[in-house]
């Protein structure tokens, strides 16, 4: 390089970057660039298998050769050497298409194909396989090699999701270090050793975590499969659509993938700014419900005490007359449908039936937006650089899976978290526990004041759920919160005013002009009453009509006995869902709706970001999207829905709550204080009702405290009654010491947890009193 | 922890700055206290280490000498490395396979001996070199293979 003059504008890059070239053109790279990074920027083509750039560089599978000349290796004149562990030097002469390394990767391809079946034919990778790719693109026609392959297993059973082909492993081990590095799991590992070496789960057991199938994506090869995807389907026979999962409030972006109009999988769609690439298992494989043989495929209409199947006009007749008849409607749910479908239901809520009865808050949560109640919200990737996450009583690999991953990253480097609640809420990683009673939730985080306000970037992270204190401590704060939701679209139901409240836009009940301007329609002024009210009024005869829009009270209000009683008394009860839950088989008119892959509109997840859901798949003849029969069912009752949202109010008004949607609070019935907790593949909704799920589900499971189990003679994986208000569950108990002493949780929306009050008593159960499902679940942890 | 003996145990970890040093000295504790690596003491050095069994496992499927299951009475190990090899190793294993039906690798039924191959035991004077349950000898013969895997001769010959 020649010397620069003095004050001369000095040309030369800045030394954080170096010059280099790659097949002959001079380019430049920020130091440390990896040759196969820079290689790829510029548009060469590159082969690789175990590089990829979310994992960090190993070098095992030698495919990605180059050849390299110059410093720090001048002296030795051309030499070939792996592109994922050599970074660029200044002056390095990189050439991808050389005799050389051409030969070099033709030999390591016809290395890596040594013992591999070439059973592409039969493979579900075929078409989509890095190795029939790079071997057609840089390998050799034929192989020398004569000798025998090494026999190895096919279609090994790693769990629930995951098959194995051991033969067309090739060693690159991204699963293995997937799970190590992104999962701090290690659920996948190498055993044995030299041309032994398989992939398997620790002892044999199934597949414990939550994240398995991101493996069937890294895998370059066909080893790692999706049991729900074997043989369903070939990359160019599938339709593509871009979507967003509603598992849950975080929105992962996803790919459906279609074959004659049926969904044969999901696949990741990488959105940095939400999922940064992966999927739970949930989510990935929680399709099955759209083409299940239970779907609701006919309007149902209740005649001489059963329910028959009736015409959509039958119907909508039937459920407008019953819901305007005397005492009034009220409406629970919203929370799962498009941000369109619930402005609709706004709509028809406040210009049809005449009310603001309305409430999507079927379960725990109570609020769904920080600004909701005066804080702040955060972004998502404010993950990444915060310095502090506090986790307000919130399990995130439970409710906003993939969340959990970026917050594992996050505290795997200089992210302190303070997990505050009754239970370990954040197991893999470095935390600190900040223990406290359930209703003592809000004088915890009062007192991480002085550690939130010390922090450059903290962030909060709290599920909404709790009184009007837990909300104010929240807010005190001063961070950033982010509020996954209890539903996919919770934050799009309060914002479409489906509360009692409020008003789409967040406008007060006396702020009701811009509302009004848009619908062109006059709304009630007077409150209405929240879910908990609603239901006391049903339970005390005084509301005539019960709208549930994809809700089931039963499973998921924190008090099922008041909901079990106000579905029992309610004159006339309509329930629009995708199945028969128990709510429907209470109704008198049930409405079948499509489900979240099949409509089109936008979704707002935690953090705000609004997504667009598109129709994958039809969903079956007969049903209609909610959206539709809102239009229908006002129409029955002669409106005519806009569906204009009115604009947002510049101040959103902080909304005073009934308080708490809780059980009884207070000492007395038993032992223990019930936490009921979301678990991923416990409750409702479409997971009850999802085939591809079904060996997975855990409706009653209990956790508690080695202390609380060995007090009331329970052991692992055994069996035990539950016993609190008047009501019995029989569980499968599972014994952990996450759980604080003095606790027993069981999941949330399974079915009964919620009529056993806020005490209960545990007792030993004989095995064969649990059912088929949860006694499979105990032997799994019993191993 | 129930498959370790825990004093010992803790007494290994301690010798190390990083849990995770302490893995194979806590497999070899396994294996001398059971005779072989129990499932067990592989979910003991986990929990002891704060490990997953996953990567235990992983470590303890990698060496060779560890046992998976309960041990044979003899243990007969035939070198088979270059000259240990050339001195007909492979014959003598194959002669006591034809004798009683029992693959290099294997174990007989009784629980009687194991015969297995292994690789350069640093005794190439004495090609073919063994080792007969963890001592070391040779030359090895047809005679002196079967008379060992009977249990009829130990030691040097």
Redesign the interface.
Same mark, same amino acid.
């Given at each position: 390089m020649s010397s620069t003059p003095p004050g001369a504008a000095a040309p030369a890059p800045p030394p954080s970057t170096v010059a280099c070239t790659i097949n002959g053109r001079p380019h430049t790279f920020p130091r440390g660039t990896l040759i196969v990074d820079a290689v790829r920027q510029v548009g060469h083509p590159i082969p690789y298998y175990c590089y990829h750039p979310k994992l960090a560089p190993v070098g095992a599978c030698r495919v990605c050769m180059v050849q390299v000349e110059g410093p720090p290796v001048a002296a030795r004149g051309p030499i070939v050497t792996t592109g994922c562990t050599t970074p660029v030097f200044e002056g390095l002469k990189i050439e991808t298409m050389s005799e050389p390394a051409k030969l070099a990767r033709r030999q390591v391809l016809q290395f890596l194909l040594i013992n591999h079946p070439l059973d592409c034919p039969v493979c579900d990778k075929g078409g989509e396989c890095d190795l029939q790719d790079f071997t057609l693109g840089y390998g050799p026609g034929v192989s020398e090699f004569a000798e025998p392959k090494v026999l190895r297993r096919k279609a090994a059973d790693l769990g629930p999701f995951l098959v194995l082909d051991q033969e067309r492993c090739i060693m690159c081990q991204r699963c293995v270090r997937y799970e190590s590095e992104v999962l701090g %799991? !290690?659920?996948?590992?190498?055993? %044995?050793?030299g041309d032994r070496t398989v992939i398997?789960?620790? !002892?044999g057991e199934p597949y414990a975590g939550y994240f398995s199938g991101n493996n069937t994506e890294l895998c370059p090869v066909g080893a790692l499969t999706s049991r729900t995807y074997r043989f369903k389907a070939r990359p160019w026979d599938v339709r593509p659509v871009a979507s967003v999962c509603q598992g849950c409030s975080l929105g992962c972006n996803v790919t459906a993938q279609t074959r004659a109009g049926r969904i044969v999988r999901l696949m990741l769609r990488d959105n940095p700014a939400v999922d940064g690439g992966w999927l739970c298992d949930r989510g990935r494989y929680g399709f099955g419900h759209s083409a299940s043989p239970d779907r609701l495929t006919a309007p149902l209409v209740r005649r001489d005490g059963r329910l028959v199947p009736a015409s959509w006009d039958e119907a909508m007749a039937a459920a407008a007359g019953g819901l305007r008849r005397a005492g009034g409607a009220a409406v629970l749910g919203g929370a799962r449908l498009t941000d369109e479908e619930a402005v609709l239901l706004a709509e028809l809520t406040r210009v049809a039936l005449r009310t603001n009865d309305v409430d999507w808050r079927v379960g725990r949560q109570r609020f769904a937006a920080p600004e909701a109640v005066g804080a702040r919200g955060a972004a998502i990737a404010d993950l990444d650089g915060a310095d502090l996450v506090v986790l307000a009583d919130t399990c995130l690999v439970e409710e906003a899976p993939v969340l959990e991953i970026r917050l594992r990253r996050a505290a795997s480097r200089r992210t302190a978290v303070l997990d505050v609640g009754p239970v370990r809420n954040f197991r893999i990683g470095r935390s600190t526990r900040v223990p406290c009673p359930p209703d003592g939730l809000a004088a915890a985080l009062a007192s991480l004041g002085p550690k939130v306000a010390a922090a450059a970037r903290p962030v909060v992270i709290w599920n909404g759920r709790g009184s009007e204190d837990v909300a104010e401590a929240v807010r005190a704060l001063g961070a950033p919160v982010l509020v996954p939701g209890e539903w996919s679209n919770a934050r799009g139901a309060e914002k479409a005013g489906l509360v009692p409240d409020a008003l789409p836009g967040y406008h007060a009940l006396d702020d009701a002009a811009p509302v009004e301007a848009a619908w062109g329609a006059s709304v009630p002024r007077h409150p209405g009453r929240d879910a908990r009210a609603i239901l006391e009024a049903a339970a005390a005869g005084s509301i005539g009509g019960l709208y549930l829009v994809g809700a089931n009270p039963l499973r998921t209000f924190p008090d099922g006995g008041l909901a079990a009683a106000a579905l029992d008394k309610v004159p006339f009860l309509v329930v629009q869902d995708l199945f028969m839950t128990e709510a429907a088989a209470a109704a008198d008119v049930v409405l079948p709706a499509t489900g979240p892959l099949e409509k089109a509109g936008h979704v707002t997840n935690l953090a705000g970001n609004r997504q667009t859901l598109a129709a994958v798949a039809a969903g079956p003849g007969g049903a209609r999207s909610d959206g539709d029969i809102f239009h229908a069912l006002a129409a029955a009752c002669g409106v005519a829905l806009t569906g204009r949202a009115p604009e947002v109010a510049t101040e959103p008004v902080r909304r005073v709550l009934t308080p708490g949607g809780g059980p009884p609070a207070g000492p007395g019935g038993g032992a223990l204080r019930l936490l009921l907790r979301t678990r991923l593949y416990a409750g409702g909704g479409t997971t009850a009702f999802d085939p591809n799920l079904a060996p997975l589900r855990e409706d009653a499971v209990l956790r508690l405290h080695p202390r609380d189990a060995a007090a009331a003679g329970l052991e692992d994986g055994g069996a035990a009654y539950v016993k609190g208000g008047g009501s019995t569950l029989t569980a499968a108990v599972r014994v952990d010491p996450d759980v604080d002493a003095g606790h027993a949780e069981l999941p949330a929306h399974g079915f009964g947890p919620t009529r056993l009050g806020a005490w209960v008593d545990v007792q030993p159960a004989p095995a064969e009193a649990l059912p088929g499902r949860a006694a499979a679940i105990a032997a799994v942890s019993a191993r | 922890m129930t498959a370790l003996p825990a004093e010992e145990a803790r007494a290994i970890v301690a010798r190390y700055p990083s849990p995770r040093s302490a893995i194979l000295p806590l497999l070899w504790l396994g294996q001398r206290t059971a005779g072989h690596v129990t499932?067990e003491a #592989?979910q003991d050095v986990a929990e002891l280490l704060d490990l997953? #069994? @996953? *990567? #235990? *496992? @992983?470590v303890l @499927?990698?060496y060779t000498m560890f046992r998976r299951r309960p041990p044979a009475r003899c243990r007969l190990e035939v070198c088979r490395s270059l000259a240990c090899a050339m001195k007909g190793a492979e014959e003598i294993v194959e002669h006591v396979r034809e004798a009683t039906g029992v693959e290099p690798g294997g174990q007989s039924e009784d629980g009687q001996f194991s015969i297995a191959y292994v690789e350069c035991v640093a005794a190439c004077d004495h090609a073919p070199a063994y080792i007969f349950n963890e001592r070391m000898g040779g030359p090895l013969t047809r005679e002196a293979a079967l008379a060992l895997i009977r249990g009829e001769g130990v030691g040097r010959p």
């Open positions: %799991e !290690q659920n996948l590992v190498l055993k %044995e050793r398997d789960t620790g !002892q | 499932p #592989v997953r #069994v @996953s *990567e #235990v *496992e @992983s @499927s990698f």
